[in-house]
């Protein structure tokens, strides 16, 4: 699977094809780094969060 390069897509880095399964790490989004797989740690668990709160299953 490609990664996504737009930053302004960056939130979209964490999202797959399977259904409440959410990624995070540097492969997630090009150019990657350390940085990076911080970021899309974060993202992921925001919306890890978010669907816990709503009760998404």
């Known amino acids: 699977m490609p990664a996504i390069t737009k930053m ?3 939130k979209k880095a ?3 094809p399977i259904a409440n ?3 995070a790490d540097q492969w ?3 150019p990657s780094g350390l ?3 911080i970021l899309t ?3 992921a668990a925001d919306k890890a969060i978010d669907n816990l ?3 998404v299953r």
């Open 8 to 10: 302004t897509d960056i």
């Open 53 to 55: 709160k709503s009760g």
């Open 21 to 23: 399964i959410l990624q």
């Open 41 to 43: 740690g974060k993202i």
């Open 28 to 30: 997630t989004f090009s």
């Open 35 to 37: 940085p990076i797989s």
């Open 14 to 16: 964490c999202y797959t």
